[in-house]
């Protein structure tokens, strides 16, 4: 194996374990928002709310289908909300969720 080939290989596992990290902090990030939201709007069952909010976030790739799933619960529930507020919310939380990753590796 050559210097290249070494090398193409070590950037290869470099990128499959970061979009593995990637993945794992954004499903880390939508259950914090899921617990967060079911508290908001007082579900007795936050288990349950968040395996809901998971189950949203599974169907296409992307934050889309998790924001507006919390977005129109939190309505629902007569929560103020919008869409700017709960993508910042998403983006603050993702950094909490990293963190919190890499804290226990």
Excluded: C
Excluded at 72 to 92: I, P
């Amino acid at each position: 194996m050559t210097a290249l080939d070494e090398r193409q290989k070590a950037l290869e596992e470099k990128y499959f374990l970061d979009f593995e990290r990637a993945i794992r902090v954004r499903d880390r990030r939508n259950r914090i928002l899921a617990r967060w939201a079911g508290q908001v709007i007082g579900r007795a069952d936050v288990s349950g709310y968040v395996e809901e909010v998971i189950t949203a976030g599974q169907t296409d790739p992307g934050d889309d289908d998790v924001l507006q799933k919390v977005l129109d619960d939190l309505r629902a529930a007569n929560v103020a909300a919008d869409k700017a507020m709960l993508q910042e919310k998403m983006r603050a939380l993702l950094y909490v969720a990293a963190e919190q990753l890499e804290a226990e590796e």
